[in-house]
């Protein structure tokens, strides 16, 4: 059976959910292969091993990471020729889909960004793709050299299967053209405590309703377990993050649930939030585009409503 | 200082967009408009020029005859010239297509920098400045979010999921911009009515030496198998707060779906 190479999305080889989602995909395909960058494949083993990691390439080598994206295309461009593996699978994001982009030219491959279902089909893997913020289902194959995917987080349940994670260490010598745009500094995001947005199962969103007051927002969202998630008029207001925007200039999200509190439900907004399994409105307007989407909703004044649910939830949690 | 910024022509994104026969997305039905995350490329462009001493801001698009608009709202903007690249081989390119386009055109323009918003918001693929990065051998610095220009050195701020970047590089580079790099400015009358003396173009694919072969529907490396609508969520229950019980009922929903 061929190989399927997943790069593994990892902070200091704290292994992102995401990375399990691609390797359960990349079971239906043929024999997932991890691909590990970084020097702390000690801290990631375990988890790769659980969600059925077959083969783990590690590239250890610190320059690899000094560099914008184009290190990390040699490297799997390196594996692609090397191991001739059925499909590469990478996580969308804005470096994942640069990555993938630039090995799809590179390898002579087709490249299909933002899938949110990968099947083996008879002729090739099949891809589905959610476009026209959500509006149309698109299926798609490849038709040139080794498929290259980027996949949604939140596709799929990771299914935990033992696989058994044979290391092999490799390395390459990067070209000049790799060194050329340094990365002088690299700041963590601090912290939160909660869910990071993306992967988020639960999340309690805040618009240009909530007044620039949060507060009872991260109330709710702690409540639940959530992640928090801004409108972009709430980001232009300077009142959240912009790490923290949901729509199509900001993150893209597929929670289980999706609470929107004083987000009207623009186009904008929606591209980034209609493929949520759930979702719940609660707004002032009962005109609201958002309560045409919602499975669930509450007219009325965000702040009294979402603290007095707080109360609630935090009160059956005893 | 020279610099090219590469623009899309998109279908305006609160109409209903569809897909022709052929699973492309049809252009006709739909009224088009400058891609509005292309602005701030173009806004970029127009900063950096007016810094350096000596610049110029060339507008690169492809796409049909009404893509021309795109370059026009670029020039009223701000810019000095666009080439607008049409043929009908054109139609249905993928990504791959569409970035050997661009490149032959950049080649031939030869520009210190090379300017991208952060994707399409039809495609919304955002894999172009990489592609066209890759292509040309240029330095990638992209999704900037802050753009500080030092002479030849290009420093910015990228913000990640999980952390924030400052990548440095030199020109001639290609750089990509987020919509929280600047506020995209809005053309004056008198802008409006310059815009109509400036140069535009028109390229064909043989001006360019691209082989029709090589792009187009025909010769893209993916294919849509089907593109369907979705039935449209259906509303659910909207219950209003008028005695203070909405909190209660939105709980019940949440135990109710095993929320809590």
């Known amino acids: 059976m061929s190989e399927v190479l997943v790069l593994v999305d990892h902070v200091g080889g704290t292994v992102r959910k995401t990375t399990a989602e691609l390797l359960t995909f990349a079971r239906r395909l043929g024999e997932p292969a991890a691909v590990f960058i970084g020097a702390e494949v000690e801290v990631a083993r375990g ?3 659980s969600y059925g990691a077959e083969k783990v390439y590690v590239l250890a080598d610190p ?9 990390k295309v040699e490297a799997l461009a390196h594996l692609v020729e090397a191991s001739s593996p059925a499909a590469v699978l990478i996580a969308s994001g804005g470096e994942g889909k640069e990555i993938a982009a630039r090995l799809a030219l590179k390898t002579g491959s087709g ?3 933002d899938a949110v279902d990968v099947q083996a089909g008879e002729a090739g893997l099949v891809t589905t793709q959610s476009v026209f913020a959500g509006n149309v289902a698109v299926t798609a194959g490849v038709t040139h050299g ?3 995917v980027t996949v949604k987080p939140n596709s799929v349940t990771p299914q935990a299967v033992d696989g058994a994670a044979v290391e092999e260490t490799t390395s390459i010598v990067l070209s000049e053209a790799a060194k050329t745009a340094r990365i002088v500094e690299r700041r963590p995001r601090e912290s939160t405590g909660r869910p990071e947005l993306t992967e988020a199962a639960i999340v309690v969103a805040g618009g240009r309703g909530t007044g620039g007051d949060f507060a009872s927002v991260e109330a709710f969202a702690d409540a639940l377990g959530a992640a928090v998630g801004a409108s972009r008029a709430a980001v232009d207001a300077g009142w959240y993050p912009h790490a923290y925007q949901v729509g199509q200039t900001g993150k893209t999200v597929s929670p289980e649930l999706y609470v929107a509190t004083g987000i009207s439900g623009a186009i904008q907004h929606r591209a980034g939030m209609q493929t949520s399994k759930t979702i719940v409105a609660v707004n002032k307007d009962r005109e609201a585009p958002i309560f045409e989407l919602a499975d669930f909703g509450v007219v009325g004044d965000l702040h009294s409503i979402l603290t007095a649910a ?4 935090n009160a059956r949690k005893g | 200082m020279k610099i090219a910024v590469c623009v899309k022509y998109v279908p305006d994104a609160s109409a209903r967009r569809t897909f022709s026969a052929d699973h492309t997305v049809d252009r006709a039905a739909v009224d088009g408009l400058l891609c509005e995350l ?7 462009a127009l900063r950096i020029r007016d810094d350096a001493d000596d610049g110029q801001v060339v507008i690169v698009t492809v796409g049909p005859d009404a893509a021309r608009a795109a370059i026009l709202r670029s020039l009223q903007m701000g810019a000095d010239s666009g080439v607008h690249v049409a043929d009908q081989a054109i139609h249905g390119s993928d990504a791959v297509g569409t970035s050997l386009i661009l490149a032959k055109v950049l080649e031939q323009q030869g520009a210190d920098l ?3 918003g952060m994707a399409s918001t039809d495609g919304s693929m955002g894999v172009i400045p990489a592609m066209l990065a890759e292509r040309l051998g240029l330095p990638q610095v992209t999704l900037a979010s802050e753009v500080v220009v030092k002479g030849s050195t290009v420093r910015v701020r990228r913000d990640g999921d999980v952390a924030t970047e400052v990548v440095e590089a030199t020109t001639p580079l290609l750089l990509s911009v987020t919509d929280q790099c600047n506020e995209p400015r809005y053309p004056s009358f008198k802008a409006i009515m310059a815009a109509k003396k400036k140069p535009v173009e028109t390229l064909s694919l043989s001006d360019l030496g691209v082989d029709a072969g090589a792009v187009g529907l025909d010769a893209a490396w993916t294919r849509v198998v089907s593109a369907e609508e ?6 659910g229950t909207v219950v209003v707060d008028e005695d203070g019980s909405g909190a209660g009922t939105l709980v019940d929903f949440l135990v109710h779906q095993k929320f809590i």
């Open chain 2, 114 to 116: 090379v300017i991208c």
């Open chain 1, 111 to 113: 490249l299909i960004t």
């Open chain 2, 230 to 235: 979705r039935p449209p969520r259906s509303a």
């Open chain 1, 146 to 148: 080794v498929p290259i």
């Open chain 1, 47 to 49: 988890f790769l091993t």
């Open chain 2, 38 to 44: 292309d602005e701030y490329a173009v806004e970029e």
């Open chain 1, 63 to 71: 320059e690899l990471s000094d560099f914008l994206v184009l290190p």
């Open chain 1, 310 to 313: 707080t109360e609630q939830v």
